[in-house]
C-alpha cells in the first residue's frame, strides 16, 4: 500500500492517528499495548469515554452466548484484540455494524467450545436452548433488518448501521 499515493485528506484516516486522543497515544497501533501496560491512569479515563456504548458493545458481543466464553483462559487472546478498541475515541472500533467485531467474532466461538469442552457434560442440551433464546433476544436489538435496531439506530447511536433510506 506504501507504493501507492494516498489522498492526504484520507491519509490521518487511513493512519488512524487520531483514534486514540483520549489516550494520549498518537503512536503505532502495535505498539498501543505496551503503552496501556506503562500508562493505566490514561487508559482509565479513555475507558470513561463513550463508556455507555463500550458496555452496551461488551454485552452485544459475550452477552448472546451468556458470557461463558469470559470463564476460560482463552480469552487472553480476546483481550488482547480489545485493547486496541476499548481506550480509542473511534466509535467504530466499539459499536456494533462496524467490521471491527468482526475480528472479535471467530476467537470468542472458540473460547465457547472450550468451555463446553471442558466444563459441562450432561446440561449442553439445556444450555444451547438458553443461548438460543438468548441470541434471538439480543438479535432484535442488532440486527439491521429488525425493526427495533431501525428505532434504535434512528434514535439513539448505538448502532453503527448506516441510516435506512425512506
Known sequence: MSGYAINPLF??????????????????????PLYILTHLGDVIQALSFDSVLKLLYLVFLFGPLLFLPLTTRSIVPILLLLSPFLPSNYQAYYMIGSHYPLYLIAPIFI????????????????????????????ELFINPLSPVS???????????YPPQPA
Do not use: C
Open 111 to 138: 473460547a465457547l467450545i472450550l468451555v463446553y469442552a471442558n466444563h459441562f457434560e450432561g446440561e449442553k442440551l439445556r444450555l444451547a436452548k438458553k443461548m438460543l433464546m438468548v441470541t434471538a433476544f439480543f
Open 11 to 32: 491519509r490521518q484516516q487511513y493512519l488512524a492517528s487520531s483514534v486514540f486522543n483520549v489516550v494520549q497515544y498518537g503512536g503505532n497501533t502495535i505498539l498501543l
Open 150 to 160: 431501525d428505532i434504535l439506530n434512528s434514535k439513539t447511536t448505538i448502532l453503527w
